[in-house]
């Protein structure tokens, strides 16, 4: 087998595992609990609870026009890595973790599990230089365009936007407590799993450092 395809098969099998580990963190623990972990996840959860309509779905609307413009101005590779991983999180999301059952207790509990497990499957898919959609395109975007301005600076600025929205929402200061929890711990998870799955598939590079 060629390395080129290994890689690629490999890239493919982690991106679909890291947006069944997203799913689940959504899905069963922040979801339930009025929590919107920021970016695009978070934005759907919020309009979830307005109108009805299933995280998944909205997941993928949001990410729609997002994607198109991605292809345009952020190369295709890493856009079919990232349409990869939101149709995983879409169908995991309503036809796997929809049907289990869901944590709703303490919401200290959902954010921090929620948010580690969204960290984790963004830190695995981000070590194959993919991204979770939504805003990580739209960061990508505003970076590109304002350079000037870190990506984590931007980061925090939807995000917050983000907090700001679901809290209006649920009409409660308690989700954007929550919410903040979870943003940091999803945060500090994904760059450990990213630096663990580098470690362990770059050995070499690894000990270098």
């Known amino acids: 087998m060629k390395a080129t395809t290994k890689r690629t098969l490999i890239d493919i099998a982690v991106i679909i595992i890291s ?28 309009v979830a609870h307005l109108t009805g309509l299933s995280e998944g779905v909205l997941y993928f609307i949001v990410n729609v026009p997002l994607i198109v413009i991605g292809f345009i101005f952020l190369g295709r590779r890493l856009m079919f890595k990232t349409l990869l991983s939101i ?31 969204i960290g984790a499957g963004l830190g695995l898919c981000y070590s194959r230089e993919g991204t979770g959609g939504g805003t990580d395109i739209l960061n990508r975007l505003i970076y590109k365009r304002f350079p000037q301005i870190s990506i984590g600076a931007i980061t925090f600025a939807t995000d ?26 999803s945060y500090t998870e994904a760059t450990r799993a990213r630096c663990c799955l580098y470690s362990a598939t770059n050995p070499k590079r690894s000990l270098r450092r």
């Open 19 to 46: 947006g069944f580990i997203f799913s689940c963190g959504l899905k069963t623990f922040t979801a339930p609990n009025d929590i919107a972990p920021g970016g695009a996840s978070g934005i759907c959860v919020a």
């Open 87 to 117: 149709i995983t999180i879409t169908v995991a999301t309503d036809y796997v973790f929809a049907y289990l059952p869901h944590y709703e207790g303490d919401e200290m509990l959902a954010a921090i599990f929620g948010g580690l497990l």
């Open 160 to 185: 917050f936007a983000v907090i700001v929205f679901a809290t209006c929402v649920f009409g409660k200061i308690e989700s954007a407590l929550y919410a903040i929890i979870a943003i940091f711990v």
